[in-house]
């Protein structure tokens, strides 16, 4: 059976997207690979069935919607817009299977986050409910809450980033976290001519670029030739601030104490409050908008069976803020999830952010992986 031939025309929650304002989109089953390599993640990137056209861009077998849909956004006058679809995705599994058929709804450039969060998550609920006949549980967390407990800690970016990109993932967390408990015994510049080394010590990437280019200069290689300068410096200080941070024991426990943090979703905002008063942490923005989007959510009745899992994410790179999953009885894996995305734009070419969240729902399988 080829690639075409699983995408359904049937559109079986197609009335219930449409009904909520969502035009309804038809994308190729072959995509550009690239958007999927630089912005989706090493989830993605391992699983993905990448080919050469015939003028030799590398194309992908679909392995996501989000992307797709996004660059269709952008290709047109980039005002707020909801989308849905419904059709096959392709990615390398364990168990052998390759494809998967979803359905799925993107709500892209509303300015109000919290508005759509809850009418996404009331929306995902009910798609479920329409499919399966019953309710669903629903797991969340916060990234964005999680970025701003880094931010008050005041870790180096690096480490931010890092830390950003392995939240979700247990086994990558902890490994980061026991990495940074551990005192540094070695030189992380051993090897460095005495020039160089003094130059890499300050940590000034601006002054790293300059002395790079001037060195390449003077041993005859054009800016163009390989990597530019700035981009050297910048990973390399960034490799360096990796090897080089430690972390007291202090903050290392704050770390691992809010990843432990869960409560139902009514009880989640105090909790946090609570969590973050008695450590000495200001994260009143965050935890606003937190506590809005969950009030919203309880009094619409899109978050009844919610549960808040602070160390809760998905493995996509290119999440920033709320993220679920939708789980049923006697189903091993979640049959819905999603969250928001408001830097991919970003990622794919936009010069600014745009506010965007979206969520899948398994059709084919037992479980939903987004």
């Given at each position: ?23 309804w989109?038809?994308l190729?089953?072959?995509q ?51 989308y ?51 309710t ?32 979700g ?13 551990a ?46 300068a ?6 390399f200080?960034?490799q ?12 290392l ?6 990843l ?7 009880e ?13 942490l200001?994260?009143?923005p ?19 069976d ?65």
């Amino acid at each position: 059976m080829g690639p075409q031939a699983v995408d359904s025309a049937e559109g079986r929650l197609k009335e219930l997207f449409e009904a909520a304002g969502a035009s309804w989109l038809s994308l190729p089953v072959l995509q550009p690979a690239d958007p999927f390599l630089e912005a989706a993640g090493e989830e993605i990137r391992r699983r993905m069935f990448v080919t050469e056209g015939a003028r030799g861009e590398r194309l992908a077998l679909r392995p996501d919607f989000t992307i797709p849909v996004c660059l269709h956004y952008l290709a047109g006058d980039l005002a707020p817009c909801r989308y849905a679809y419904e059709g096959a995705v392709f990615r390398r599994s364990g168990d052998g299977a390759s494809e998967r058929l979803e359905t799925g709804y993107e709500d892209i450039g509303r300015t109000d986050r919290t508005a759509a969060d809850v009418e996404a998550l009331d929306l995902a609920g009910q798609a479920v409910a329409a499919l399966a006949g019953r309710t669903a549980s629903v797991r969340l967390g916060d990234i964005g809450l999680f970025s701003a407990l880094l931010g008050a800690l005041d870790l180096p970016q690096a480490w931010r980033r890092r830390l950003r990109l392995s939240f979700g993932v247990a086994e990558r967390m902890a490994a980061n976290l026991d990495h940074l408990a551990a005192p540094r015994t070695d030189d992380p510049l051993a090897g460095l001519d005495d020039d160089l080394r003094q130059v890499a010590e300050r940590h000034d990437e601006a002054a790293l670029t300059d002395f790079l280019q001037q060195r390449f200069a003077d041993h005859g290689h054009n800016e163009g030739d390989g990597r530019p300068a700035a981009e050297i410096a910048r990973r390399f200080l960034d490799q360096l601030s990796l090897r080089e941070t430690h972390l007291d024991a202090d903050t290392l426990a704050v770390l691992r104490d809010y990843l432990a943090l869960e409560a139902p979703l009514a009880e989640a905002s105090g909790l946090l409050a609570d969590f973050f008063s008695r450590r000495g942490l200001s994260l009143a923005p965050a935890l606003e908008t937190f506590a809005a989007r969950a009030g919203q959510a309880l009094a619409a009745g899109a978050a009844d069976d919610a549960f808040f899992y602070a160390g809760f994410g998905r493995p996509l790179d290119y999440y920033t803020g709320l993220v679920f999953e939708l789980a049923l009885p006697g189903v091993t894996d979640p049959v819905a999830g999603g969250g928001r995305y408001d830097g991919l734009m970003q990622m794919l070419g936009t010069d600014d952010a745009v506010p965007a969240i979206g969520f899948s729902v398994q059709l084919s399988g037992e479980g939903a992986r987004r």
